[in-house]
C-alpha cells in the first residue's frame, strides 16, 4: 500500500475547525452537534470491533492491546472514548487549537493519548489496527489521497470506520439550510458539493484495496436524537478492512 504524500489538509477548513477549539468540550457550545451524534458513533463502533475481533459485546476494554488512530479528531471526542476501550490511542488533526485542547482535556481527565498537529500524510510508515475518521473526509483538500492515507495507516487484519454526510437534498436541507441557517452548525462548516454519496465513497475505498463491509445510516429521532437507521440519505457510517 502505497504511503499518502499529497497535502490532505484544506487551509481554510483547519483555520474554520481551529477557530472553535476553545469550547469544542462544551456540548451546549459549537459542537454541540458532535456530542449529540458521539453516542450513536460510538454504538456503531463497538458493535463493528466486537464484530471484526470476535468481542463478546459486554467487555469494557474490547480494543486492549491493539492500536488506534482517529484522523480528525478535533479536541478528542472519539480519541478519548477509543482509549477508554483500552487502545493505544492517537488523535491527528489539521487544527494545531485543536490539538491542544484536546491534550489539555486528556491530561485532565487522566488518559494517555498521543496528538499530533498535522494530516494523515505526517505518520509516515506508522500502521494501526483500527483507523476511525468520523465527518472529515468533506472537509479535505484531496479526497482520493486522503482515503490513500487512511489504508496505507491501516496494519494489516485492521478495521477502519468511517462516517460522513450524504449528497442528498435532505443532508442539503438538515445540515446546511436549517442546521447553519438556524446556528445549530457554525456557518461554513459544510460544503455539499464535496458531500460523497455511499456509492462514491465505496469506488474510492476500492481503489485503495479496501473491501467494504457495512454501510450504515445515521439518522435523526425527535424521541431519541441521531440513531442508527437503514436509510443513509442523511448521513451514514462505513466499516472497510483490505481485501
Same mark, same amino acid.
Given at each position: 500500500?502505497?504511503?499518502? %504524500?499529497?497535502? %490532505?489538509?484544506?487551509?481554510?477548513?483547519?483555520?474554520?475547525?481551529?477557530? /472553535?477549539? *476553545?469550547?469544542?468540550?462544551? =456540548?451546549?457550545?459549537? !459542537?454541540?452537534?458532535?456530542?449529540?451524534?458521539? =453516542?450513536?458513533?460510538?454504538?456503531?463502533?463497538?458493535?463493528?470491533?466486537?464484530?471484526?475481533? !470476535?468481542?463478546?459485546? #459486554?467487555?469494557?476494554?474490547?480494543?486492549?492491546?491493539?492500536?488506534?488512530?482517529?484522523?480528525?479528531?478535533?479536541?478528542?471526542?472519539?480519541?478519548?472514548?477509543? *482509549?477508554?476501550?483500552?487502545?493505544?490511542?492517537?488523535?491527528?488533526?489539521?487544527?494545531?487549537?485543536? #490539538?491542544?485542547?484536546?491534550? &489539555?482535556? *486528556?491530561?485532565?481527565?487522566?488518559?494517555? #493519548? $498521543?496528538?499530533? *498537529?498535522?494530516?494523515?500524510? @505526517? /505518520?509516515?510508515?506508522?500502521?494501526?489496527? +483500527?483507523?476511525? @475518521?468520523?465527518?472529515?473526509?468533506?472537509?479535505?483538500?484531496?479526497?482520493?489521497?486522503?482515503?490513500?492515507? +487512511?489504508?496505507?495507516?491501516?496494519?494489516?487484519?485492521?478495521?477502519? #470506520?468511517? @462516517?460522513?454526510?450524504?449528497?442528498?437534498?435532505?443532508?442539503?436541507? &438538515?445540515?446546511?439550510?436549517?442546521? $447553519?441557517?438556524?446556528?445549530?452548525?457554525?456557518?461554513?462548516?459544510?460544503?455539499?458539493?464535496?458531500?460523497?454519496? =455511499?456509492?462514491?465513497?465505496?469506488?474510492?475505498?476500492?481503489?485503495?484495496?479496501? $473491501?467494504?463491509?457495512?454501510?450504515?445510516? +445515521?439518522?435523526? @429521532?425527535?424521541?431519541?436524537?441521531?440513531?442508527? !437507521?437503514?436509510?443513509? !440519505?442523511?448521513?451514514?457510517?462505513? %466499516?472497510?478492512?483490505?481485501?
Amino acid at each position: 500500500m502505497a504511503l499518502a %504524500t499529497k497535502a %490532505t489538509i484544506d487551509p481554510r477548513e483547519a483555520e474554520h475547525f481551529g477557530k /472553535l477549539a *476553545a469550547d469544542w468540550w462544551d =456540548p451546549k457550545g459549537s !459542537s454541540a452537534m458532535l456530542h449529540r451524534l458521539n =453516542p450513536a458513533r460510538l454504538a456503531y463502533l463497538r458493535e463493528a470491533v466486537d464484530l471484526h475481533w !470476535s468481542g463478546d459485546g #459486554i467487555g469494557f476494554s474490547p480494543l486492549a492491546g491493539k492500536t488506534a488512530l482517529d484522523v480528525g479528531c478535533g479536541a478528542g471526542l472519539l480519541t478519548e472514548p477509543l *482509549a477508554r476501550l483500552g487502545a493505544r490511542a492517537t488523535g491527528v488533526d489539521a487544527a494545531p487549537e485543536n #490539538i491542544g485542547a484536546a491534550q &489539555a482535556h *486528556a491530561e485532565a481527565v487522566g488518559l494517555d #493519548i $498521543e496528538y499530533i *498537529a498535522g494530516g494523515v500524510e @505526517s /505518520l509516515g510508515e506508522r500502521r494501526f489496527d +483500527l483507523v476511525v @475518521s468520523m465527518e472529515v473526509v468533506e472537509h479535505v483538500a484531496d479526497v482520493p489521497a486522503f482515503l490513500a492515507g +487512511l489504508a496505507g495507516a491501516l496494519a494489516e487484519g485492521g478495521l477502519m #470506520i468511517l @462516517s460522513t454526510p450524504n449528497r442528498t437534498l435532505l443532508s442539503h436541507l &438538515a445540515l446546511i439550510t436549517v442546521g $447553519e441557517g438556524a446556528g445549530m452548525v457554525p456557518k461554513g462548516t459544510h460544503d455539499w458539493r464535496k458531500f460523497l454519496r =455511499p456509492d462514491e465513497l465505496t469506488e474510492l475505498l476500492e481503489a485503495e484495496g479496501m $473491501e467494504v463491509a457495512d454501510v450504515r445510516g +445515521l439518522g435523526f @429521532s425527535p424521541a431519541r436524537g441521531f440513531v442508527l !437507521s437503514d436509510d443513509t !440519505s442523511l448521513d451514514y457510517l462505513l %466499516t472497510a478492512r483490505r481485501t
